[in-house]
């Protein structure tokens, strides 16, 4: 069952006026709406986990659209990866990178190598939590996704679902 409040004035908190409430909110639309307020949010996590054993860029499986309502619109994209790179020698490195379709917006460095260990145990395991405000310039439907690479080592795993691997869209109004 749905409910309704009907209020056609509001007293202020002092109590030395009222605000009047009469159509206040009725046509409101997400071009209404002040910059900076947020317009959507989409969220996801996977269950599966990816693993690379190679040093080129490859999806981690984290995956998630949006579409902006405007193409003066923000997109904040925040993503929490958790990460391992282990392999046999002395030093054992490996990062990740944020894409916008096939545009990199983010990128732990040019040599993939935001997490690195030297010696034993020639692991390491970390989060990375990457957080972008991109401007799309789009209303169309928009695909960011996390890619992974090894710079030196023999495995890299982005591991999803219960550990904490997610990825967060959020629309500001430009």
Do not use: F
């Amino acid at each position: 069952m749905a409910s309704k409040i009907k209020v056609d004035q509001l007293e202020t908190a002092d109590g030395s006026g009222t605000i009047a409430l009469q159509n206040q909110l009725s046509g409101m639309t997400s071009a209404s709406m002040p910059t900076g307020s947020v317009l959507q949010v989409v969220h996801t996590s996977s269950s599966a986990n990816a693993t690379s054993t190679s040093t080129d860029w490859v999806d981690s499986g984290l995956s998630l659209a949006i579409t902006p309502s405007s193409t003066s619109s923000k997109i904040k994209v925040e993503a929490t990866c958790s990460v391992k790179v282990d392999g046999t020698g002395t030093t054992v490195r490996g990062g990740i990178r944020v894409l916008r379709g096939s545009t990199v917006i983010w990128n732990s460095d040019n040599n993939r190598e935001l997490l690195q260990v030297r010696g034993s145990p020639e692991e390491i395991n970390g989060v990375i939590t990457p957080i972008i405000l991109d401007t799309p310039s789009t209303t169309s439907a928009t695909t960011y996704k996390v890619q992974m690479a090894m710079s030196t080592g023999s495995n890299m795993r982005v591991y999803q679902g219960a550990s904490g691997t997610t990825m967060t869209l959020s629309e500001i109004a430009g």
